[in-house]
């Protein structure tokens, strides 16, 4: 006799409520993803401070009418309001000279809505990491990261690690990626507890500086420096040093491995808040780390952030914590799943903002391509 779907139901939900099948019955990272997990608060700005980008009451219709041509996918000669609805896009936003000129929010979805971001976070960490250097908690990029992680002091090959190595992934690090493998580095780091001794106990494929290797490992790596430098979480540190003074309507939640003492940010992804708080850290990035007026991050850092190389295993297509457009147009943009992407046009001044979900293919080549074809139109 088969059994009732209510019993099936059942056994999904107890393999959900234990957290080694939470791979198996979550399958693929998702925006459901910032309720499941535990989290912590990154409080908003003070109502008196909270920042506006200028809004029209009706998109021009030369906005609505672009044309994305693109035959990787199937968006061939579609409109931008047809393009949005045809990648299942969650919301998306052209932002120029601090005007919002489109904004699209998917079926039961608003500006209030909290949108779960993935790699985004890199680019937010790597942003702190800057500001720590400034204010002299870490002496620069060149430093070993075994100043910060003591217990690595006495194992063979880890004092050759920096912290360039960390924000250009090219540490050397051992790390298996795959979400499908329940066992890989990558699935355990998403799904499971016990984060800091998974970070700890990484081990050396090969000396630093020969290869890129795009992995959470090196993030999570900073995040644990941040935490140890400030003596706080990096959530309350995103708080201080970044979320509230650039004007956030709304708190944010960082998702956590635990909701013990030993919590720890996520600090490769998992970053949940609003849409239009998302595209004030664009405004950041685009503003040379200058909120008006305050420097919030140093603007030579900014710069290096966004300059791509070759040397000593780097990419050149890749800054610190987010990707690099083309040389002719000088953008780049953090950059998550989904096509996901806070895109940076500086010579216009203009913002990108999309957000997607796993029922779209992850192909970033195609995604970079749609966002210049749509900063060629504008």
């Known amino acids: 006799m088969m059994p009732s779907r209510f019993f099936i139901l059942l056994s999904f939900l107890s393999l959900a409520s234990c957290k080694v099948f939470r791979p198996l019955v979550y399958n693929v990272p998702d ?11 990154v409080h908003s700005s003070d109502s008196d401070a909270v920042f506006h980008f200028k809004t029209t009451t009706d998109t021009l219709p030369e906005i609505r009418n672009l044309k994305i041509d693109n035959r990787s996918v199937n968006s061939t000669g579609v409109n931008l309001d047809e393009f949005v609805k045809l990648h299942r896009t969650l919301s998306f936003l052209i932002i120029r000279n601090d005007s919002i000129l489109y904004q699209y929010y998917a079926k039961d979805l608003s500006p209030e809505t909290r ?47 920096t912290i360039k190595n960390l924000l250009r992934h090219t540490s050397g690090l051992k790390f298996t990626t795959s979400m499908v493998n329940l066992l890989s580095d990558q699935s355990q ?24 290797n795009y992995q959470s490992e090196n993030t999570s790596l900073l995040g644990l420096i941040l935490e140890r430098v400030t003596g706080k979480s990096l959530s309350a540190c995103l708080e201080e040093k970044i979320w509230k003074p650039i004007g956030t309507e709304a708190p944010a939640y960082w998702s956590t491995d635990s909701d013990d003492s030993t919590a720890i940010e996520k600090s490769f992804c998992c970053l949940n808040a609003r849409t239009v708080d998302f595209a004030k850290f664009a405004r950041l990035l685009l503003k040379s780390g200058n909120w008006q007026g305050e420097q919030i991050v140093p603007a030579h850092w900014i710069k290096e952030a966004t300059t791509g190389t070759s040397e000593d295993g780097g990419k050149t297509t890749y800054g610190y914590g987010m990707g690099l457009g083309p040389k002719a147009y000088g953008s780049f943009f953090p950059v998550g799943l989904y096509g996901q992407f806070l895109y940076v046009y500086p010579k216009q001044n203009i913002i990108l903002v999309r957000f997607g979900n796993s029922t779209v293919p992850y192909i970033p080549d195609y995604w970079k391509e749609v966002m210049l074809q749509i900063i060629d139109q504008l």
Do not use: C, T
């Open 189 to 212: 780091f998403y799904y499971m507890d016990g984060l800091r001794k998974r970070i700890l106990n990484a081990q050396i494929a090969e000396s630093p500086g020969l290869h890129f």
């Open 31 to 41: 925006q459901k993803d910032g309720k499941r997990f535990p989290y912590r608060v």
């Open 115 to 161: 949108v779960s971001s993935f790699s985004i976070s890199k680019a937010y960490v790597a942003m702190l990491i800057g500001i720590a250097i400034h204010d002299g908690l870490i002496k620069g990029i060149d430093q070993p990261i075994i100043d910060f992680i003591p217990e690595w002091k006495d194992r063979k090959g880890y004092q050759l690690i």
